[in-house]
């Protein structure tokens, strides 16, 4: 090969590379400025929780705790424990399968929820359990139902124990949340603070000034709005969350502007860029 031709060919070479760099950190840079104009400042006022109020101190009077009472169509899980382990079988047919291996048989999901096997109240708000006639579940609590049920039980079992969960206490957290989600609440008890944070809290561009409650009581849908950055809201009547709840945080302006700003601007850089591109490549 000829010396001048090598040598001229380094020298392409290195030109290529030093553009290939430049190309390269513009990009990274446009890439940074994109970043930082989407995670604009947020106020620290609108994104702290339980601000103190004009007129509370540093007590707040909470709000009655909710107590859920039992409705038609709820499916409530009935676990039955005695000193007659094997008459005790007999009343729990909702029971995990045990296999020959000794394990437990899981149940399959294939919708994305779990499974739900239980008693059904019925429209007449009856649950009807094995050798025991028809009990009245509706607007009884859970513990009421439970006594209600172990007296029954008596008559069968040597001292029987009942655990009651009602399986049908689900809530909704919709919105700027890390993880959004349905979530089954095991004790019957969620406040909206416990409720954001099974979804993993509100990100930087949730309203916490405006977080919304949809209820349905008596087959009308109430919209509650909730400031959970003031102290306020452990007084409201939606700090306790009622079964079906839906929560949703609403993203902030920051978040519908940036958006804007990022489609409108992402378009026309990646087209100078290539133009860029075309133009390095052709030159050499």
């Known amino acids: 090969m000829n010396y001048a031709i090598y040598s001229q060919s380094v020298v392409i070479n290195k030109t290529v590379h030093r553009k290939l760099i430049w190309l390269n950190r513009s990009i990274l840079g446009v890439s940074l400025g994109l970043f930082l104009a989407a995670t604009g400042c947020v106020s620290s006022k609108k994104i702290v929780y339980f601000q103190s109020d004009t007129d509370a101190g540093n007590t707040v009077q909470m709000a009655a705790p909710y107590v859920p009472t039992i409705k038609v169509g709820d499916v ?7 000193l007659n382990p094997e008459a005790t079988t007999f009343f729990n047919p909702y029971a995990p399968m045990t296999l020959a291996s000794g394990r437990t048989a899981q149940p399959t999901n294939t919708n994305g929820l779990p499974p739900i096997e239980g008693y059904l109240v019925s429209p007449d708000g009856e649950i009807e359990l094995p050798l025991i006639e028809l009990i009245q579940a509706k607007g009884l609590t859970v513990t009421q139902l439970k ?7 008596q008559t069968y079992l040597k001292e029987p124990t009942v655990n009651i969960r009602n399986l049908n206490f689900r809530i909704s957290v919709l919105g700027e949340v890390v993880r959004p989600s349905l979530f089954t ?17 509100a990100t930087i561009y ?11 009581e008596n087959g009308q849908k109430t919209f509650a709005r909730i400031d959970i950055t003031k102290r306020n809201l452990f007084r409201s009547p939606y700090y306790y969350l009622h079964p079906n709840d839906t929560v949703y945080v609403e993203p902030g302006k920051a978040r519908v502007s940036n958006a804007d700003q990022f489609y409108q601007l992402v378009p026309a850089i990646l087209s ?3 133009f860029l ?6 030159r050499n």
Do not use: C, W
């Open 185 to 201: 609440v095991p004790n019957d008890q969620i406040t909206l603070i416990e409720a954001i944070s099974l979804a993993g809290d």
């Open 206 to 216: 949730g309203r916490r000034d405006n977080v919304l409650v949809v209820r349905e």
């Open 277 to 282: 591109a075309i133009i390095i490549t052709r």
């Open 272 to 274: 100078a860029l290539s």
């Open 147 to 153: 006594e209600k049920v172990r007296q029954k039980l």
């Open 76 to 82: 409530l899980s009935i676990q039955v424990n005695s």
